[in-house]
């Protein structure tokens, strides 16, 4: 009788540890039909309008941040900004005028000592100016004391003036920088649209760069609740190169509408360390693993 109950515990745990494997083997999660393309795949458009005056890369061609695509003809933009680099310099140098000032104060000071020299005469020798004189001696060193505030507001007006053209140069400036088209990203160029002498509208796609160092793979999947594949690590199983190929990856997106005709919702997983076989276009399919050492 003990060994009928030592046998039938024993089929019992077996039958949990099979039954536990099983479920931590189906909550990894394959997708089919999952595509690669790469991260950033980049439309470059011209921020102005304008001819083509030259054009810097050609068709497949890797570029770096910064690096020039295209440059557009920029004439009147540089004439705009030669006038308001004269328009700059003839304001700094009013700014810097302080004459008018030193003239002003130089004027306050004659005015106060002529009226404080009648003042004192007349306390020392009642009469000697007239009434009337000594209120035209006041009226002067006020008026004087008024034109110096005048010339130093005046002067203060003027310096800001200066500022706001110095503003004025550096929109001319940025105006100039916006007939070079840069590339913003690393990547290949792998389409140009205008060539020399061509009109480009402000905003119309000029290059396509495409950046194969870091790809992703996207696909659809059903799962109970996938915003918790984020993070997950992922094995994405090429077709058409090796059947042993794989690449890994980690769950960076998943779409948090799902359909409601198939259940199934958008996947994206970030390819780490892609090999140079493994390019856009590719198709595959895909392993979400529910553990961090899962393979």
């Known amino acids: ?5 030592r046998l039938m515990s024993f089929c019992f745990v077996t039958a949990i540890v099979a039954a536990a494997c099983q479920s931590t083997q189906a909550e990894d999660i394959t997708v089919h039909g999952v595509r690669i393309s790469p991260v950033t795949d980049t439309n470059i458009s011209s921020i102005q309008s304008g001819l083509v005056r030259e054009v810097h890369v050609t068709v497949g061609q890797t570029v770096a941040p910064g690096d020039l695509l295209l440059t557009l003809n920029d004439d ?12 700059y310099e003839i304001a700094k140098h009013a700014a810097q005028n302080e004459l008018p000032i030193q003239l002003a104060e130089r004027t306050l000071a004659v005015a106060e000592a002529e009226y404080q020299r009648a003042v004192e005469v007349n306390e020392k020798h009642p009469g000697t100016v007239s009434a009337s004189e000594v209120s035209k001696l006041r009226l002067a060193s006020e008026r004087a004391e008024l ?8 002067l203060e007006a ?35 649209s205008h060539q020399i002498g061509e009109w480009i509208a402000t905003g119309q796609p000029c290059c ?24 997950k ?24 509408e799902i359909n409601p005709v198939n259940g199934q919702c958008r996947i994206r997983v970030a ?22 050492s899962s393979e």
């Open 1 to 5: 009788m003990d060994r009928i109950s």
């Open 76 to 87: 009147d933009a540089r004439l705009r900004l030669e006038q308001a680099l004269a328009d």
């Open 147 to 154: 034109e110096l505030q005048q010339a130093r507001k005046t």
């Open 158 to 192: 003027k310096r800001l003036s200066m500022t706001a053209n110095e503003l004025e140069v550096k929109a001319a400036q940025l105006h100039v920088s916006q007939h070079r088209v840069v590339a913003p990203c690393r990547g290949i160029v792998t389409d140009i």
């Open 208 to 231: 396509r760069l495409v950046d194969l160092s870091v790809l992703k793979a996207e696909g659809f999947v059903v799962a109970t609740s996938p915003l918790e594949l984020v993070g």
């Open 233 to 256: 690590q992922a094995t994405l199983i090429p077709q058409g190169i090796s059947t042993e190929l794989k690449i890994r990856g980690r769950v960076t997106f998943v779409d948090p």
């Open 271 to 292: 390819l780490e360390d892609a090999p140079k076989q493994v390019h856009p276009g590719l198709t595959g399919s895909m392993l979400v693993h529910d553990s961090e």
